[in-house]
């Protein structure tokens, strides 16, 4: 079956960089692509950017542009996100997810919780 | 960029009630692309719809979708206790994804 692990928790500094590993296991890596999607505490879903895990073409969300950067390493399935400069507001749980030709994100990671504090 | 607008905010009902939500779009969208997801407290989102009206792979038939170009509605036959929750509608198109600010459904 399928499965999406992600890396655990961190704890950042403001202005620090994180990386947020995402480890696919069940199907065929390349086939898919992965999205990544934020949940700041207590709000609604964001999302952050997608690759595609092929080409290894990315696409992000204007807000983030240039402090994000999405990669992969296909040699272990594993998809990772870094986030830099990193600010309070980016305090949140940090998601990966899997989409195919239709879009839709139909298979998720458990989440992992950044806290950016001083 | 196209804003998805959910209503009602919250929406308090009891078991056994049906649940209408809804989902505007600030401009079409192609129902292809069109999804609902489901989040329970300390959960990741699940997909129950995808193209607007397909129930994602082991969905009661109790959920179901429907809409097209910028009203989309998920509608929930008879509530459940395990189905007061969070519910999002997300659309992707011109290689941009968006999410609803998302319906709270609370047991009344």
């Known amino acids: 079956q399928v499965h999406l692990v992600q890396s655990g928790a961190e704890v950042k500094k403001p202005g620090a960089s994180v990386r947020v590993s995402c480890k696919a296991s069940?199907?065929?890596?390349?086939?898919?692509?992965i999205n990544w999607v934020r949940q700041a505490p207590g709000q609604g879903l964001e999302w952050m950017g997608w690759?595609?895990?092929?080409?290894?073409?990315?696409n992000y969300a204007q807000k983030l542009q240039g402090r994000v950067t999405m990669t992969t390493d296909t040699s272990t399935s594993t998809a990772y996100m870094d986030l830099r400069s990193l600010r309070s507001d980016d305090t949140a749980v940090y998601y990966c997810?899997?989409?195919?030709?239709?879009?839709?994100?139909?298979?998720w990671g458990q989440g992992t919780l950044v806290t950016v504090s001083s | 960029e196209i804003v998805l607008t959910q209503s009602p905010g919250t929406l308090s009902l009891s078991p056994g009630e049906r649940a209408t939500l809804s989902c505007r779009a600030s401009?079409?969208?192609?129902?292809?692309?069109l999804a609902w997801y489901q989040q329970k407290p300390g959960q990741a989102p699940r997909l129950l719809i995808y193209?607007?009206?397909s129930r994602a792979t082991g969905i009661p038939d109790r959920f179901s979708g429907s809409g097209s170009g910028t009203d989309f509605t998920l509608t929930i036959s008879r509530l459940e206790p395990e189905d007061f929750a969070v519910y999002y509608c997300?659309?992707?198109?011109?290689?941009?994804?968006?999410f609803g600010q998302g319906t709270k459904l609370e047991i009344k």
């Open positions: 997810a899997r989409y195919g030709s239709g879009s839709w994100l139909d298979y």
């Open positions: 069940g199907y065929t890596f390349t086939n898919y692509g």
């Open positions: 690759i595609n895990t092929y080409s290894g073409n990315t």
């Open positions: 401009q079409s969208v192609s129902s292809t692309y």
């Open positions: 193209g607007a009206s």
């Open positions: 997300q659309q992707y198109g011109s290689t941009l994804y968006t």
